[in-house]
Structure formats: structure tokens, C-alpha cells
């Protein structure tokens, strides 16, 4: 099937590019990195993480091409790119995208396709999918208008950036008009922030010392480093060992001191109970923030938590799957800290969605990152809120984690413990070519050399 | 790797079948029936379903083998086949699974699986495929023991069937106390309920009458037929336009009189606000519930809803992700109706959780079905319901739609408005070999000739 010619979004002729060019070619790649080997990465729940990426190229018939990727950590990335490949016909063969309504239409035909709907609806695996195609997109017309994505995004008319979000499902907490509010209210300053931006970055933590699988002294060594290279904030893995977590989070207290901010961090590893009897034997350390206490799914757990620990933030977003449930953890007062993730739900037309509530709610986004590329993508969100939607870094911060950014052509830079302002075209998520032909799963050389040693 | 070499429950020699039956393959194939070209099964967001199963087969080294699925509705369901082989290597290798501790093992390896979990966690493409496994596991332990899967399950001990259950994420909500309670108290009589299952059957609804699509004529001529099969429950469509839903509500209404039950369905399509002002509306033809007025997700939307429009009963749970949602709907008041469905979820082992959890909640369970086997699947599970866990099939009563069950071995039969209790070894999974040749997409016959019309 020709992308446009199933009754949603348009027919491929009424949106696009000036000059006629289309997108001829959706690919997909299986890229994996044995990151499993040394343990970064690993947490409660996830002890032996490859990290992966479903990685998807737009082609297009002329000019710069769109990349965009859904993160996985090993098994199943070739199921997640089996699903991007699913969204092909929606569009090759489509002009490329270049305004906000082009992108708004993109992704109101993918999220509104009802046959794959079925396979979610807007969650897992199908819903990353879109996700990835909706964000090469984003790449791909910010890259012909020759600007990152933040400045592209946040350039935008209040009015075309409310024209992006899908409000079914979120009216009774935002309606389009409170939206347009919002960015309204945000419009006067969008420039001063802009050069802000340029010249202090935004703010960042690290989690590089706490992965559950290092010892105390590479901890502590991590932590010391993080205070050296300009950091005011890390956070540590948790929910393995109480024992373990106290004594651990006892030791980077000691090497950071009281004013540095330590999150910690319990991959969904706990029920209620647990979550609050496990908090009250950490306060004495003054976490910051305990983040992923509990199933992403449970709206009703969170809050009892939040209200339990206060006042210590609960935070969550990296498994949150869609609007909808953030909504609701909003609507509940469950969570403190919004933490989207640039590659777990539709791209950055939901994403925009999430800043929108967020702002309504005045609950701050310090977004999800590590991973492969969400350091890179979610800079630019995080960015876009400063511009143009809260306005205010006050109580924000974008986690930092420093590994895999060298596969990347754009690839996210922290100095002083701020993140640096991308300054080139489009959404950074482009991986170097030497990285596709290295770290192909299965066939890689990479791969295949793990296999014969 | 080879099954239960990977630190997840237990190595695989440990468990399993005295005389030494192994699992040797995991087959799927993906099979797609045309149904889009009838209508049937059109509602207010699926306009133009091709019914499909993403079909597995366990191949045993002897003896029966295991039957179970995915349904979808179409494009996809070659990712949802691509998600159940990713669960091929926890399988293949292992003993045929025989007693409960052997299911509740295999569920809890596949849940466990830390890289595959990163692709829900629990939900999704994901979810739906271990489900298939999980079912198809237990229909091969049923076949194995000669009994159909209401009888294999409902005859274990309530110890037994607490250990089936994760009960990660619901210790807010049932400890394996309580559901060790529910069952027990369940158990004196089943003997006597299932005697009566195999005389009276299980009390049925009939949504044949009422898809979106139809006339007007063959909506009224569908409800007086069901009426004369002997139910005395429809359920129509509703939420594409308020006036057609008045019209044909008032019709139905008209044909079968005051005493007959009338669900609708409106199959998310709303809002909080429109599904409160679209109800009141249909209020005056006094319909019995009112079933996905909004996003499966939206546990305070259903809250809300449900306040409103009581005495209307809010059900629903076809796409409910997982028991951590069905959890927060009993939670918080927000369904009258618990609607599992046999192949949304983890499988058997899940679906006995949401029993309990509903159980625990005092609130009834009338499964999802239609689509492509689920009224084979779901028969079962309501049985299991009445004789081991609720004890009653007061407010209960399962799903009937009359299609595409000559498609299986042992198809779902409906006499007088009631399920017949199904009396062959097994869950009901397996499609006729004719089928599997006929339906295969893209290459069957029934494709092929398709496309050359």
C-alpha cells in the first residue's frame, strides 16, 4: 500500500515539501552493543542489559535523509524492528515532511492506523515503533530547515505547536485552549532563553556511579569524579540488598557531602509496602528523589507512595507508556518529577503532549536518558520546555550517563555538569557509519568476534 | 541457548514429565482471515478488521503437542508472530510441563526474561506473545493429563493455584493469603458446579446483532434471532454518532422489550466528558453496561465515568494491559464488570490472577470474546471462575460471537443462550489443518486469490 491512500492523514499529496522531494525508503537496523560484558547498565531488574537499537533511516529522494531509533536493551530489538518495518507504507512515498502540520499529520496516521492499534493500543512494543518513525521525521524536517531540534520545535507558533498533540483521552485534565495558554504565556521570552541556552547549557546529573554491579570503590571513585567534573547531583541504582543500598548510599553521602543531590533509583523492584519500609531505612541519607518504586503501570501505588515518603520526590517516566498514564499520575499527585523518555512512547509529537501537562500541573521534567542516543534526543525536549513551554529550569535537570555517545555524529556533550546546546541540524539521533557496519546484531564484526572467542 | 540455562526458573532438567517428553520446537504461523470484507467486527475505532491469530504450536519429542495464539486484527500480526519465536529458546529443550509448579515455572520464566521485559514491561506485542506460549504450555499440560482446561486447572489445590499466581505489584490490593481465603472457601463445592456446567452450561450474551457496520434491518432481524436462540442479552455498538447510537439503541430496545439486557460498547472512543453526556442520552433505553467508554489505560477516567452514569455498569478489560491495571480498576471503584480476555494478558497463570483480584473485589467477571478463538479460550477460564474461585455465575455471563469457529477442533458451542461445557482434552487452541493452509498470510489460497481478483 502507497503511504496516503488509507483514509487517514490526507492523501500523500496535500502536505510536504515545496520542491517535490518524497521519502523513497524506510530501513531498519538491529544494532546491539555488548554492554552486558562490564555491567554498566545493570540495575534491579535488569542485571545484563546489551543496550540496542531498532535504528530507522528515512531515504529520501534528494537531499539530507531522517534517523530515528526505539532504545532496547538486547533480546527482542529484532522484534522492535520487525514493528518499525510494519509502519513502512504510511511513509515511503510521502513528500518530506517540512511544517508542523506535515509532522501533525504524520503522526495522527500512524497513531490512527486500527489495525495496528490492536497490537497496543499507544504501548510497548508497536507504540516505540511509531514512536521511532514519528522522531525520524522530526529529524528529517529539521534537518531541511537546516536547524537542531529544539530551536525548530521551539520556533514554532503556539498555535501549530498545540496543532500536534492528540488531546483524545486528555480533556478532562488539559484542554487545547489551556495548552494554547500555556504557550502563550511562555512566548515572550522564548529568545533570551534561547541564547541562555547557548552560552550556560542546561542542567545535568550523573548516573555513571551507581550502577548496581560496581563495587564501593569504583563508586566512590565515580562519585568523587562526578563532584570534579562540575556535577551537583548523581543518582544511584537501589532495591537489590537493603543492606547493600544503605551502606552504599551511606559511602557517596560521605565522598559528595550534605549540598550534593543523590537520587536513587529502584528499577520497579518493589510493591507499596516495600517501597515505603525500603524508603524510610534510606532517608536518613536525604535521597532526592526515589525513582521507578514500583510498576510504571500503577498510578494508585505511586501516589500512596508519594504520599507516604514525602518529602522525598517520587519520580518516574522511562517505562511510562503513553499520555494517558501520565495524565493520570499527574491527576493523582503521584509523581513529583515527570521523567519522559524520548524513545519509549510516539515521538515527539506525545512528547509535546507530556511537557503540556506537566507545565498544567506544575510538575517539573528531568527526562529519562542513557540508554543508546536518549542522552541525545532528550536534550533537545528538555530544551524545548526551557524555550518554550515551563520556561524555567527551576528544579530540572537531564540525566547523564557517559557511555556509547561516540557512535552518535551528534553526540550529547556535558561540560560543568550542564549539557551543552546542540547546535546542528536535527534531532542528533543519527549513529556513525562505522557503528552500523560494527555493531549489526548478529552479523557484525563485533558480534560475530564475541562468538568465536 | 538452550531453555533454563539462564538463571530463570530453575534448569531445565529439574522439572516436567516423568518419561522424559520434550519440547523440540516452537512453530508460529501467522493466519489472517478476510473478515474486513463483511464487516463483521466493526466498531467505532476498528473500522475494517482482518481478523488474525499469530498461531503457535509446541512440538513435543511425543505424544500431543500445545496449541495456543495471538489474536490481532490484521496488519501486524507477522510482528506478534516475530515477538512469540523471540520466546522460542525458553521453551525449546525444556520437558513437557505436567503439574502446576512445571506452568507456574514457565510463566515465570518468561515474565523473567529482563531483556524481553524492557519491550512492555507486561503489556503490548510483548505480553501478548508470552501469553501465547503460557497458553499454549497449559493447553499441552491439559491434553497430557486428558482433561479440558477447566477441569486440569480447577482441579488442582488452592495451594496449588496461588502458586500459579505473580504476585508482584498486587500485595497492595491480595497477599497469597487471601487468595489461598478465596479459593478455599470455593472448594467444598466443586464437584457439585461442575456437574452443573456439564448439565446446564454457563450463561451467554450474543454480540452478533449489533456491529457497527450493519443495517438497521439486520440489526433488528440479528436481535429477534438472538432472542429465539434463547439469550436474553445483546450488546450493540455504539460511539460513531450519538443519533444513529438513540435510533438503533431504541430499536434494539423496541424488538426484544424490557426484559432482555442491552450492553453497549463503545470501544474507547471517548473522552470523560463525552462518555458521561453521550450515556445520558442512551439512559432512557436502560442499558445494562456501558463497555470501554474510554482509553483501556485510564483508570481514573473510568472512576469518573462510572460515578456518573451508576446505576449503568462500566465494564471493560479487552485491552486492559495486565493484572497491575485490573488491580487499580477494583481499586478504585471503576468497573462494575471485570472483562478479561484469554489472550490480552501473560496467559492462564495472569488470568487466575485477575479471578482472584475480581474476586477479592466482589465484582464479577464476563469475558471478552469473538475475534478468532477467544470464545474457545475464554469458555474455559468462566468455568474455572464458577467451580474454584467465585463460585457462582451470579452477574456473570461470557461473550458470544458466532464466527470463525468451524475454523477450530474444538469449537465453542452456544445451545439455548448457554455455553456447553467443553468435555475434549486441552484449552481449545488448535485451528483444523484446512485452516492453516487455507489463511496463511500472505501465501495461503484465500490470499492469493484475493489479490488476484
Known amino acids: 500500500m502507497t503511504a496516503g491512500t ?10 510536504g515539501s515545496g520542491d517535490g522531494d518524497r521519502i523513497v525508503a524506510l530501513d531498519v537496523l538491529d544494532i546491539r552493543f555488548p554492554t ?13 542489559p546489551d543496550y540496542s537499537a531498532a535504528y530507522v533511516v528515512l531515504r529520501t529522494s534528494n537531499g539530507p535523509e531522517g534517523y530515528g531509533l526505539a532504545f532496547t536493551i538486547g533480546r527482542g530489538n529484532d522484534v522492535q524492528a520487525a514493528a518499525i518495518r510494519s509502519l513502512a507504507h504510511h511513509v515511503v512515498g510521502r513528500p518530506v515532511p517540512e511544517t508542523a502540520a506535515d509532522l501533525a499529520a504524520l503522526s495522527a496516521e500512524l497513531v490512527g492506523d486500527s489495525q495496528l492499534r490492536w497490537l497496543g493500543p499507544e504501548k510497548g512494543v508497536a507504540h516505540m515503533a511509531l514512536g521511532a518513525v514519528v522522531n525520524a521525521a522530526w529529524d528529517l524536517a529539521a534537518r531541511r530547515a537546516g536547524l537542531p531540534l529544539w530551536r525548530f520545535l521551539s520556533g514554532m507558533t503556539p498555535e501549530e505547536i498545540v496543532g500536534l498533540v492528540d488531546f483524545r483521552y486528555l480533556s478532562d485534565a488539559l484542554t487545547p485552549d489551556e495548552a494554547l495558554d500555556i504557550l502563550r504565556r511562555a512566548e515572550p521570552g522564548r529568545a533570551e532563553r534561547a541564547a541562555a541556552l547557548v552560552r550556560d547549557g542546561y542542567p545535568a546529573y550523573t548516573t555513571s556511579p551507581g ?14 569524579q562526578a563532584l570534579a567534573d562540575g556535577f551537583d547531583m548523581i543518582k544511584l541504582k537501589v532495591g537489590g540488598s537493603l543492606d547493600d543500598d544503605v551502606r552504599r548510599l551511606g559511602l557517596a553521602r560521605e565522598v559528595v557531602g550534605p549540598d550534593v543531590r543523590i537520587a536513587v ?3 520497579q523492584r518493589w510493591d507499596v509496602g516495600t517501597a515505603i519500609a525500603w524508603m524510610r531505612e534510606l532517608a536518613p541519607f536525604d535521597p532526592y528523589w526515589i525513582e ?25 517516566g522511562e517505562h511510562v507508556q503513553n499520555r494517558v498514564v501520565f495524565k493520570q499520575l499527574l491527576q493523582a499527585g503521584a509523581v513529583d518529577v515527570v521523567q519522559l523518555d524520548a524513545c519509549r512512547v510516539g515521538g515527539v509529537n506525545e512528547n509535546v503532549a507530556i511537557l503540556l501537562l506537566a507545565a ?17 534526543l532528550v536534550r533537545h525536549l528538555a530544551m524545548v520546555d526551557f524555550v518554550a513551554v515551563s520556561g524555567t529550569t527551576e528544579g530540572r535537570v537531564i540525566e547523564w550517563v557517559d557511555h556509547l555517545h561516540e557512535h552518535f555524529t551528534d553526540p550529547a556533550v556535558v561540560r560543568g555538569g550542564r549539557y551543552v546546546a546542540p547546535a546542528e541540524p536535527g534531532f542528533s539521533a543519527r549513529l556513525r557509519d562505522e557503528t552500523l557496519t560494527d555493531y549489526r546484531y548478529p552479523d557484525g564484526p563485533v558480534w560475530t568476534g564475541l562468538e568465536e572467542r
Open 211 to 224: 550502577w548496581l554491579g560496581y563495587t564501593d570503590d569504583k563508586l566512590a571513585g565515580l562519585a568523587r
Open 360 to 376: 498544567k500541573f506544575g510538575v517539573p521534567v528531568c527526562p529519562h536518558a542513557g540508554g543508546v542516543g536518549l542522552c541525545e
Open 265 to 267: 533509583d529502584a528499577n
Open 36 to 48: 552486558s560484558r562490564e555491567l554498566d547498565g545493570s540495575d534491579a531488574m535488569n542485571p545484563d
Open 6 to 15: 488509507d483514509g487517514r492523514g490526507g492523501p500523500a499529496g496535500t502536505t
Open 292 to 316: 521507578e518504586p514500583t510498576s510504571p503501570d500503577d498510578v494508585l501505588a505511586h501516589a500512596a507512595i508519594a504520599r507516604a515518603v514525602s518529602p522525598i520526590r517520587v519520580a518516574t
